[in-house]
């Protein structure tokens, strides 16, 4: 591939792990960006944003959405989420991936197949 690509995720994840893996068999090299560790910019989470439903980036079933603050929780526009996500960001679906020309989100390896081979 002769795009970079990236993956936007949490180490402890096991999700992120899989992926991780799946790229390396792939012998895909890319860029680990840990939600942990790194400030979002607002301009990358608006990028997510025209590619990629709320919903779907948002893990609303997660912990981190179950202890977020109710009025943290009104995703009315793309400047709320975007807030959000800077706030909490492990809020994220993981993995957050960029395959040089196409955001995706989670881990579904026949969709990885597409994206990548």
């Not at 997510?48 to 919903?55: G, I, S």
């Not at 492990?90 to 990885?112: A, H, I, L």
Request: with cysteine.
């Amino acid at each position: 591939m002769s795009h970079e690509v990236h993956l936007y995720g949490i180490k402890n994840c096991d999700t992120v792990r899989k992926s991780l893996k799946w790229l390396a068999e792939k012998q895909i090299d890319c860029v680990f960006h840990d939600l942990k560790k790194e400030t979002l910019p607002a301009e990358l989470i608006s990028e997510w944003l025209e590619q990629v439903d709320k919903d779907k980036l948002i893990n609303k079933r997660g912990l981190t959405w179950r202890k977020t603050p109710s009025e943290d929780k009104l995703l009315n526009d793309d400047a709320a989420v975007i807030k959000l996500i800077q706030t909490y960001p492990t809020v994220v679906k993981r993995p957050v991936m960029f395959n040089g020309e196409f955001w995706s989100v989670g881990f579904k390896p026949d969709d990885w197949d597409h994206l990548f081979l």
